[in-house]
């Protein structure tokens, strides 16, 4: 069982704690959730200055107005709008009584049993993650929909109400994704839409509602005999809807891309006034406007809830699994560069770095059945036709020994293939159980892949340094690495936190990104100025305003806190 300790007052006596952090103070950055969410007014301390002024503007203003509401007729602007955008990021939510209403007319339009809940305990449930470490809050009502209509008409009565919405898929987000808002909101749970609508075997490709889990959707396809699968392939109970708010990808990204690849060939959003809508056709391609899909990929729940989606698939190949050690990251990457690079540089499906922490980790779990010297380790999936695994196979040996390996093993079966994977498949169960005391923060960063090995070294020593204990994964094939670091109560968490700040821009000085795939949420917001830049961000903002003029659709996740970027700037 993990637990998690904290000091008890000024006692240096370790005390359990509930296994919730109880306070934003553990999270360094703490999201500044209260100011996000109530409405700011100019005042004054003397009454009749306030009066004096009002009337002294009144016509200016009154005109002001006027000239105003004539553009806006002009240009498709309403006054509200134009004068919600002149105000900044101050945005007004609806009072507890308007959620009591909405939560009243929800009940009207869900009316079956277990549909609309607002029971204390589940509600904890929903806001809440064991795998975050970030400022969270419980909802106000968890929605059960079974269909884009009725998320609609949920939608609806949230903006008639102006509450926030947050769609909650497998619940594996690492980043405070679902997390409700302090002014009171509602949680759409889409896991009872789960359903494969439609397989086309002869277009490969397959339409399937937003809950439904790629585990379950490769899973059907083999029950059925069809020889196609879905390579995206992130954290297990990953859903659909989810991969595409976090823009995803996994192990297989490699050879086939991440989600803001081609995979997702429409999706099927209800906008945040209720309308549904479909960002295009089930053609291949299309050159018909810009890509509205990719508008909501990435865009984690702020703009939009996707509800169904059509999902291009591939031929299922035969693959086999390999294994290589060597003296270091370094030369494991120089390898993998080479490896990508020669004519046998397709046939990759995957290759994964596990260091030799990792690999001690793995050796003492109990969780596979055999042990591998402590070495820094890639392990390869290879796929294609047996020809072309047999010659990829032969050249990734040749390779590897060039590179330092001391020991390459090839899986020539697929049981070998299967016990040899295990490795890889354990490496975050195995980190976590080395020390059953302690509890995991996993985090990941992506840089270009030559600056992977820096990156890394660095990474590891920084840990080292700081007392901690830590295990490193990563897609080494695209520069994307996981950290596992481990802690034992409120001092270490600190600590951690601290290294994930520097982990992080040490990512971004070397060209890379705060998140390879586990998405900005709460926690990697505060980076994304620093990596894409102002311009960038506030054209982020600005479309989000343009889509949900309310604010309603999961505030506080992904757009930086201005407040915050204004005291940077001060400082």
């Avoid at 009066?51 to 002009?74: D, H, K, N, T």
């Avoid at 490969?204 to 509602?209: E, G, S």
């Avoid at 070495?375 to 999936?381: A, E, G, R, V």
């Avoid at 600190?494 to 390879?516: F, M, N, P, Y």
Wanted: charged share 20%; with cysteine.
């Amino acid at each position: 069982m993990l637990r998690l300790y904290s000091r008890s007052g000024s006692s240096s006596k370790l005390s359990y704690l509930p296994a919730r952090p109880s306070s934003t103070s553990w999270r360094r950055t703490a999201l500044n959730q209260s100011s996000l969410s109530r409405p700011r007014f100019a005042s004054s301390s003397n009454p009749s200055v306030t009066s004096s002024v009002s009337q002294g503007s009144g016509r200016v203003a009154y005109g002001l107005l006027a000239s105003i509401a004539f553009f806006s007729a002009v240009f498709g602007y309403s006054v509200s709008e134009w004068t919600r955008r002149t105000a900044g990021s101050h945005v007004t939510y609806g009072s507890h009584e308007d959620i009591e209403a909405a939560i009243a007319e929800l009940k009207v339009v869900l009316p079956g049993e277990g549909a609309v809940n607002t029971d204390p305990a589940l509600l904890r449930t929903y806001g809440f993650s064991e795998a975050s470490y970030h400022p969270t809050t419980p909802h106000s009502v968890v929605v059960r929909p079974k269909s884009t209509e009725e998320v609609s008409a949920i939608v609806k009565i949230a903006n008639k109400y102006r509450i926030p919405v947050t769609p909650y898929g497998g619940g594996t987000s690492l980043e405070g994704h679902f997390s409700g808002n302090p002014t009171g909101s509602i949680c759409i749970d889409l896991d009872g839409m789960n359903k494969i609508i439609r397989i086309d075997v002869d277009d490969a490709d397959l339409v399937c509602q937003a809950g439904a889990r790629w585990e379950d959707i490769n899973g059907t396809l083999k029950e059925k005999g069809i020889p196609l699968f879905f390579p995206l392939d992130p954290g297990p109970g990953a859903t659909i809807g989810g991969m595409i708010g976090t823009g995803c990808s996994g192990t297989n990204a490699v050879r086939y891309g991440t989600a803001k690849a081609e995979w997702f060939l429409n999706i099927t959003v209800v906008l945040p006034n209720g309308e549904i809508i479909k960002t295009r056709r089930r053609a291949r391609k299309s050159s018909a406007g810009f890509d509205t899909t990719k508008l909501f990929i990435g865009a984690e729940g702020t703009l939009g809830i996707v509800t169904e989606a059509t999902l291009r698939l591939a031929p299922l190949l035969p693959t086999k699994v390999a294994i290589a050690q060597f003296p270091d990251v370094q030369h494991a990457v120089k390898a993998v560069q080479e490896i990508l690079s020669s004519p046998y540089g397709a046939f990759i499906q995957c290759v994964e770095l596990v260091d030799d922490y990792t690999i001690s980790t793995i050796n003492t779990s109990g969780t596979v059945d055999r042990t591998y010297p402590v070495y820094d380790s890639l392990f390869f999936k290879i796929q294609g036709s047996n020809d072309a695994i047999k010659a990829t196979a032969k050249l990734v040996q040749a390779i590897v020994k060039r590179h330092g390996s001391s020991m390459f093993q090839y899986a020539a079966t697929d049981d070998e293939a299967a016990a040899l994977w295990e490795a890889r498949k354990y490496a975050l169960m195995s980190v976590i159980a080395s020390d059953p005391e302690s509890r995991a923060w996993t985090t990941d960063v992506c840089v270009p892949v030559s600056k992977l090995p820096q990156l890394v070294q660095e990474t590891k020593k920084d840990i080292t340094e700081s007392g901690l204990k830590a295990g490193v994964v990563g897609h080494v094939g695209d520069g994307n690495f996981h950290a596992l670091i481990l802690f034992h109560d409120d001092a270490e968490l600190q600590k951690v936190s601290e290294c994930v700040h520097r982990l992080v821009h040490r990512a971004i000085a070397l060209d890379g990104t705060c998140t390879g795939e586990h998405g900005v949420g709460v926690g990697k917001k505060e980076y994304l100025t620093d990596e894409l830049g102002a311009g960038t961000v506030d054209l982020m903002r600005r479309v989000k305003a343009a889509v949900d003029p309310n604010h309603i659709m999961n505030p506080g996740k992904l757009y930086p806190d201005k407040s915050v970027e204004a005291k940077k700037n001060i400082h």
